[in-house]
T-cell receptor, first 111, second 114 residues
Framework: KQEVTQIPAALSVPEGENLVLNCSFT??????LQWFRQDPGKGLTSLLL?????REQTSGRLNASLDKSSGRSTLYIAASQPGDSATYLC??????????FGTGTRLKVLA | GAGVSQSPRYKVAKRGQDVALRCDPI?????LFWYQQALGQGPEFLTY????????KSGLPSDRFFAERPEGSVSTLKIQRTQQEDSAVYLC????????????FGQGTRLTVV
């Protein structure tokens, strides 16, 4: 059974810091991995999607990497801003449809 | 529409009431998913549709939960005889069946059973 773990569960950093969020999964047979952002009381906003054949994806200050063999992905946020405060969720897609989510990392960036 | 739309955004139900939650996926998206998110947890898979066919309902927690997508577009998640443990955010997502299969989520419906 696929399990997805995110570490740390919560993180508080001063503005301007670079930071790394970690996601690990137990079954490397995934179709893709997607990182989402969730603001309090809101739905999920897709940040980056990495297909199983890819190693990383970048969007602005965000960079996500994928190492299927070790069952790990990292989300790197450069020069963090207070507006980055949210919960970050990673999800692995098993087969062609079912997403399995981690429990998320709650990020707070202090001004 | 531009994104996945869910209604209502908030629903308060008395225990024992039936509720119906609606999802309008992105136009043309073949795949539709329902997820349940308890407070402080990640979303948990409920069910999956490909067009009008419900291909996987393994995540539905009990036979009080029922989902349909009769014309392969709008979907409804129905919960009968609601109980307090049904209180959660219900998220709908859709994706195309081509390319990277990126999932797009709606804003969710927050259900509170009192």
């Amino acid at each position: 059974k696929q399990e997805v773990t995110q570490i740390p569960a919560a993180l508080s950093v001063p503005e301007g810091e670079n930071l790394v969020l970690n996601c690990s999964f137990t079954d490397s047979a995934i179709y893709n991995l997607q990182w989402f952002r969730q603001d309090p009381g809101k739905g999920l906003t897709s940040l980056l999607l990495i297909q199983s054949s890819q190693r990383e994806q970048t969007s602005g200050r965000l960079n996500a990497s994928l190492d299927k063999s070790s069952g790990r992905s990292t989300l790197y946020i450069a020069a963090s801003q207070p507006g980055d405060s949210a919960t970050y969720l990673c999800a692995v897609r098993k087969g062609t449809y079912k997403y399995i989510f981690g429990t998320g990392t709650r990020l707070k960036v202090l001004a | 529409g531009a994104g996945v739309s869910q209604s209502p955004r908030y629903k308060v139900a008395k225990r024992g009431q039936d509720v119906a939650l609606r999802c309008d996926p992105i136009s043309g998206h073949v795949s539709l998913f329902w997820y349940q998110q308890a407070l402080g947890q990640g979303p948990e898979f409920l069910t999956y549709f490909q067009n009008e066919a419900q291909l996987d309902k393994s995540g539905l927690p009990s036979d009080r939960f029922f989902a349909e997508r009769p014309e392969g577009s709008v979907s409804t998640l129905k919960i009968q005889r609601t109980q307090q443990e049904d209180s959660a955010v219900y998220l709908c997502a859709s994706s195309s069946n081509r390319g990277p299969l990126e999932a797009f989520f709606g804003q969710g419906t927050r259900l509170t059973v009192v």
